[in-house]
């Protein structure tokens, strides 16, 4: 769903497959889960031996003490000893298939992260065809909000530590990676006055599908994005179990993405003039809010990548204007302002996005836990920050030719950059 980039058109790549290794391969459970095992195990061991030892005094006491009343005491303190080792070796033995657990799930998590931004970077990025190529949904946008995903869950975590494990993270970072994996879309030609404007529509929920020609059986963007972690899933499990290893990911973990992801589909507030997610309800669970908020999050998190993702989007949506950019000195000097109007109107409406991102936290938030819900509001504290922001930016452009409209909202280089990269 619309969202925002986290660095500059054109610097994608490097700073994804960072964003990529915070997502799950360097997050801080990655780094001990191993030093973890090693230590229940150590534990174990010291715990067995133990145990062992226990068991073997209170053989010999039998024999050497049978019939005396201070050694029964003393039989009784060494089976009192004997039954709390037991206990601990369990607790010890539970512990280590949990750490176990949570390191192969760990690891599944950095694959699937792999292969999802592998899979961006091939359909909306490295594609040859110029259309498909999208400035805004490519695996940067995904890559953060899988990792405003992570914010926000370990923010739940702080205030509401009985909703949020280690699983409920790793799930939730996977369902943002994935969650506009699929981007079906059509041209959608608009008479506009004496003009005919060009955007892309996404083929988001059933409803638009079944509103385009030959795709009545499509179910939309986000139920085909669930699909596809849902497939990684099974790929994942039935490699594990040809290799005699268990399944890492559940039927529970697969109803949690489709959940999380079809709630990331857009509606409109036209009071508020924002993007809403109406299948964000007070009722949702705890990674569908935050994949949620995550992917509507940036004005909130992140003003620079308020305003770049902005520009981005508006690239990704204006067809005829990509193509205008192509060679602007064919343009009359009426489709220039009729271009030029279009690119400031956009850049006006970015702080009324943004503060309209803002009066929604509030309602956004209501199901969470106060305590939780203040831990949240600490990470969404830049919304003022971000309409000053744009505000600025549409005030500096006010002036600005079609040319140098053009440049600021970043047409031309980004564009040979990729050329190049694809050729």
């Known amino acids: 769903m619309p969202e925002r980039f986290d660095r500059p058109p054109g610097a994608e790549r490097e700073p994804a497959a960072e964003e990529k290794k915070e997502t799950a391969a360097e997050s801080p459970e990655a780094g001990t889960a191993e030093t973890e095992r090693a230590a229940a195990l150590g534990e174990l061991a010291s715990a067995e031996s133990a145990v062992d030892q226990v068991a073997a005094d209170i053989d010999a006491a039998k024999v050497r003490f049978e019939g005396d009343e201070q050694a029964g005491e ?6 009192t000893q004997s039954e709390r080792a037991k206990e601990r070796m369990a607790e010890i033995a539970a512990e280590l298939e949990r750490s ?45 909000v899988s990792v405003r995903t992570r914010k926000i869950l370990e923010a739940i975590e702080r205030g509401a530590p009985e ?71 099974d790929r994942y499990n039935e490699r594990r179990r040809a290799e005699g290893l268990p399944e890492v990911f559940t039927d529970e973990d697969k109803e949690v993405v489709r959940r999380a992801i079809d709630a990331t589909i ?22 569908t809010r935050a994949v949620a908020l995550a992917d509507l999050g940036e004005a909130g998190m992140n003003p620079e990548g308020y305003l770049q993702g ?102 031309g280089g980004e564009e040979e950059e990729r050329k190049s990269a694809v050729a």
């Open 74 to 79: 003393d039989l009784d303190e060494l089976f």
């Open 100 to 144: 176990e657990r949570i390191a192969d799930l760990q690891e599944g998590v950095v694959e699937g992260t792999q292969a999802a931004i592998e899979l961006l970077r091939a359909r909306f990025e490295d594609t040859k065809d110029e259309k498909d190529r999208l400035p805004f949904h490519g695996a940067d946008h995904s890559v953060g």
């Open 163 to 233: 909703l949020v494990d280690e699983r409920t993270v790793e799930i939730g970072q996977l369902a943002a990676i994935f969650h506009d994996s699929v981007q079906v879309w059509e041209p959608n030609r608009i008479q506009d006055g004496e003009f005919t404007k060009v955007l892309r529509k996404r083929l988001a929920s059933p409803a638009d599908a079944k509103a385009s020609a030959g795709s009545e059986a499509y179910a939309g963007n986000e139920a085909a994005s669930a699909a596809e972690a849902v497939s990684f899933f």
């Open 266 to 287: 857009p509606g409109f507030d036209p009071e508020k003039g924002t993007v809403v997610q109406p299948r964000l309800v007070k009722e949702s669970a705890v990674i």
């Open 310 to 411: 902005g520009d981005a989007l508006f690239r990704e949506e204006n067809l005829d204007v990509l193509d205008a950019a192509k060679d602007p000195s064919s343009l009359s000097d009426a489709q220039k302002e009729y271009f030029r109007k279009r690119m400031l109107g956009w850049s006006k409406f970015q702080p009324k996005f943004a503060a309209g991102r803002k009066a929604r936290l509030e309602q956004e938030l209501e199901g969470l836990p106060e305590a939780a819900a203040t831990e949240v509001r600490k990470l969404f504290d830049k919304f003022d920050a971000s309409v000053s922001a744009a505000a600025a930016v549409a005030e500096r452009r006010e002036n600005m030719t079609f040319e140098q409209m053009l440049a600021d909202m970043g047409y």
